[in-house]
């Protein structure tokens, strides 16, 4: 009897069956992709669920009292371990300071979309319009409602808000996702003014100078924690703008799968941008042994496409707790002096 061949047939079975019980567009509105691992993603989410609901009851007792979420080493503990859906948005907007400037500015979302509109900002959002989230049937024009008039007023209002950086690519993907976890346009305002006025600043300018910085800082925190990548990138002259800007530049929107992500901007919005280097650490030291695999430029390429897939990165829980292990200590103050050593460099 040809066992190998049974236990190929039955692999494909449980394939086909969490493929029918599992649905083809997630919670969020994306469709999965036809390589989706639907097994793993099962195995995986029916160990996950019980983590969401012992989160859940957590934090409704923790709201419960005087809305607390006052900064503590308990929030910061609760935040770490996901913050539940159905609490995202206002968690986000407290800890991340978008609530107190919403309330300091009472119906100024408004008045920016009553005002008048610059042309080369709006033909610029416009022509990003059908490119954000082509995946996602929430933001296609056939669907009712249509996202994609929430995702122009706040990208056109947030260019008005702020001139410097006006809009940029990026900026869509990040919006898009505020819209879909606050429902709610001017939130979703405020939290990307967060982003990119405080919690990375000049990430979204002209120059780009935060953003190009922190892939350098990167780079030297590589050399500091995982020094045989470093070396083999230094060999084969590959620069880390090359392989992770868009880990930056997206906060791992369309490289982790979307339950990692918002793990992440759970995170980011209490802890800061330290946060996006644990992540890059934990992808890099993880998966080494791979990427030293690597002879030449293409490999390097290959390999970092290869690091942010599979059951690793999709086990959000696990994975979060791996950010806050595997990379070791990790504090602003080295963080910071290396933003000043590379800023200097790149200046």
């Given at each position: 009897?040809?066992?190998?061949?049974?236990?190929?047939?039955?692999?494909?079975?449980?394939?086909?069956?969490?493929?029918?019980?599992?649905?083809?567009?997630?919670?969020?509105?994306?469709?999965?992709?036809?390589?989706?691992?639907?097994?793993?993603?099962?195995?995986?989410?029916?160990?996950?669920?019980?983590?969401?609901?012992?989160?859940?009851?957590?934090?409704?007792?923790?709201?419960?009292?005087?809305?607390?979420?006052?900064?503590?080493?308990?929030?910061?503990?609760?935040?770490?371990?996901?913050?539940?859906?159905?609490?995202?948005?206002?968690?986000?907007?407290?800890?991340?300071?978008?609530?107190?400037?919403?309330?300091?500015?009472?119906?100024?979302?408004?008045?920016?979309?009553?005002?008048?509109?610059?042309?080369?900002?709006?033909?610029?959002?416009?022509?990003?319009?059908?490119?954000?989230?082509?995946?996602?049937?929430?933001?296609?024009?056939?669907?009712?409602?249509?996202?994609?008039?929430?995702?122009?007023?706040?990208?056109?209002?947030?260019?008005?808000?702020?001139?410097?950086?006006?809009?940029?690519?990026?900026?869509?993907?990040?919006?898009?996702?505020?819209?879909?976890?606050?429902?709610?346009?001017?939130?979703?305002?405020?939290?990307?003014?967060?982003?990119?006025?405080?919690?990375?600043?000049?990430?979204?300018?002209?120059?780009?100078?935060?953003?190009?910085?922190?892939?350098?800082?990167?780079?030297?925190?590589?050399?500091?924690?995982?020094?045989?990548?470093?070396?083999?990138?230094?060999?084969?002259?590959?620069?880390?703008?090359?392989?992770?800007s868009r880990w930056f530049i997206c906060l791992f929107i369309d490289i982790l799968p979307v339950e990692t992500v918002l793990r992440i901007w759970d995170c980011l919005f209490y802890e800061g941008s330290k946060i996006l280097f644990r992540v890059a650490l934990?992808?890099?030291?993880?998966?080494?042994?791979?990427?030293?695999?690597?002879?030449?430029?293409?490999?390097?390429?290959?390999?970092?496409?290869?690091?942010?897939?599979?059951?690793?990165?999709?086990?959000?829980?696990?994975?979060?707790?791996?950010?806050?292990?595997?990379?070791?200590?990790?504090?602003?103050?080295?963080?910071?002096?290396?933003?000043?050593?590379?800023?200097?460099?790149?200046?």
């Amino acid at each position: 009897m040809d066992y190998k061949g049974t236990g190929g047939r039955s692999d494909q079975v449980a394939e086909e069956t969490a493929k029918d019980r599992i649905q083809r567009i997630d919670a969020y509105g994306f469709e999965r992709p036809k390589d989706f691992d639907y097994t793993s993603y099962e195995e995986f989410y029916s160990r996950y669920l019980a983590v969401l609901v012992r989160r859940a009851m957590k934090w409704s007792k923790l709201l419960q009292r005087n809305n607390g979420v006052e900064k503590s080493l308990k929030v910061k503990r609760y935040i770490r371990k996901g913050i539940p859906n159905e609490h995202r948005a206002l968690i986000w907007m407290i800890v991340s300071g978008a609530q107190a400037e919403m309330d300091l500015n009472p119906g100024y979302y408004h008045k920016l979309l009553e005002g008048e509109k610059n042309d080369r900002l709006v033909d610029a959002v416009l022509t990003d319009m059908n490119r954000t989230f082509p995946d996602n049937v929430q933001f296609r024009r056939t669907s009712n409602p249509c996202l994609q008039q929430a995702l122009y007023n706040v990208l056109v209002a947030y260019g008005h808000h702020n001139k410097n950086v006006g809009y940029c690519q990026g900026m869509n993907f990040i919006t898009g996702y505020l819209i879909l976890i606050t429902r709610d346009e001017e939130k979703s305002f405020w939290l990307l003014d967060a982003l990119i006025n405080r919690i990375l600043p000049d990430y979204y300018s002209p120059e780009m100078m935060g953003l190009k910085t922190d892939q350098e800082v990167l780079g030297e925190l590589v050399r500091m924690k995982i020094p045989a990548v470093a070396d083999l990138m230094d060999k084969l002259g590959v620069m880390w703008t090359l392989v992770v800007s868009r880990w930056f530049i997206c906060l791992f929107i369309d490289i982790l799968p979307v339950e990692t992500v918002l793990r992440i901007w759970d995170c980011l919005f209490y802890e800061g941008s330290k946060i996006l280097f644990r992540v890059a650490l934990t992808l890099i030291k993880q998966q080494q042994a791979r990427i030293l695999e690597a002879k030449n430029f293409p490999d390097v390429c290959d390999k970092f496409k290869e690091i942010i897939k599979g059951p690793f990165v999709m086990e959000c829980h696990t994975f979060m707790q791996k950010i806050f292990g595997e990379p070791g200590s990790l504090s602003m103050k080295t963080i910071n002096k290396l933003r000043e050593t590379c800023s200097a460099r790149l200046a």
